[in-house]
């Protein structure tokens, strides 16, 4: 397969889901935290609009942002994907002016012009607030304090000296519009985040429920739940059931067909095994292929009342 081929294969597949539930609600829930936290950074009232929260393409987010660019870059110490932070050239015309003492009852009009490192300054601790507010906006929707280390590590204005993920990876895009002051000063910012943090902010959240109830000096029942925590479950891929005769049965050989339909590769079992003579479904997910090897793509999320049986059974040691 040619690479340009591979390439547009890649470009044109699906995107993925998000492994936070309710994404919309962690939106909102936002957009609330960040206008209680930019008040008493720009002295004024702040309104916050989700205007877009989707899970998109980074090729596609990449390729709408402009040269130069107010980038805050968001780093982890548990992975080595990036987020950023794209504020747009009003919106950071309109926060200088009011850091260095605008009136928020007037609304003047923009000048375009080059970012100066005041500017960069002056936008630094806008990052860091954007950032807070979506930690918080996270802890909120999962019910648990996260532990993980996100933190505003700079600030770049070319977005092609920063690389958080390969372009066809899976981000989750969150655009919001401001309205600063009396005057409602408008201008628009972006939060990217790669889904390989949140699925480091979902593992973060599961563990920090496993553990928020133990007592710090009962070592035994904290190493009981690590070792129901790291037990491995066998999972099977069923592709299909096929009902025959036992007399044909018995007369199975080597060169034998066996029919299965086409559907089937759409429609593929995930059970999980239970002791030796049980099973539980799990999900369904389709047949597909991935780094030249045959997978299974889940097509919905586990049964809820199963992943709360599996929650028990740990929390049970």
């Not at 294969?9 to 492994?19: C, F």
């Not at 209680?36 to 702040?46: A, C, G, M």
């Not at 929707?141 to 920063?162: E, M």
């Not at 479950?233 to 066996?258: D, F, M, Q, Y």
């Amino acid at each position: 397969m040619s690479e340009s081929v591979l390439a547009k294969k890649l470009s044109n597949r699906s995107v993925g889901r998000s492994p936070l539930p309710d994404l919309e609600i962690i939106g909102e829930t936002f957009g609330r935290i960040l206008e209680d936290h930019l008040r008493p950074l720009l002295k004024t009232i702040v309104g916050a609009f989700i205007m877009d929260c989707e899970i998109t393409k980074l090729a596609e987010v990449v390729d709408a942002i402009p040269v130069p660019a107010m980038l805050g870059v968001i780093e982890s110490d548990s992975s080595d994907r990036m987020a950023l932070v794209n504020l747009s050239a009003d919106l950071v015309y309109h926060i200088v002016d009011m850091r260095m003492g605008g009136d928020p009852t007037v609304s003047p009009m923009v000048t375009t012009r080059s970012f100066t490192a005041i500017d960069v300054q002056l936008c630094m601790d806008v990052f860091d607030r954007v950032l807070r507010a979506f930690e918080l906006a996270v802890e909120e929707n999962v019910g648990v304090p996260l532990k993980t280390n996100l933190k505003v590590t700079g600030h770049k204005q070319d977005i092609n000296t920063v690389r958080i993920a390969p372009k066809t990876a899976d981000v989750v895009l969150l655009t919001v519009s401001l309205d600063i002051g009396e005057a409602a000063r408008s201008g628009e910012f972006s939060l990217i985040v790669p889904l390989s943090i949140l699925d480091m902010l979902k593992a973060a959240t599961m563990q920090a429920d496993m553990t928020e109830h133990i007592d710090d000096n009962d070592l035994w029942l904290q190493q009981m739940r690590m070792s129901a925590t790291n037990a491995e479950i066998p999972l099977h891929a069923i592709l299909h059931t096929l009902k025959l005769p036992l007399a044909s049965v018995r007369e199975i050989k080597v060169g034998n067909v066996l029919p299965i339909p086409r559907a089937a590769l759409q429609n593929i079992t995930m059970v999980q095994a239970i002791g030796s003579t049980r099973e539980s479904e799990l999900a369904t997910g389709k047949l597909g292929a991935f780094d030249n090897q045959k997978v299974v793509k889940l097509k919905e999320d586990p049964r809820p009342e199963l992943r709360g049986s599996l929650t028990k059974i740990v929390k049970s040691g």
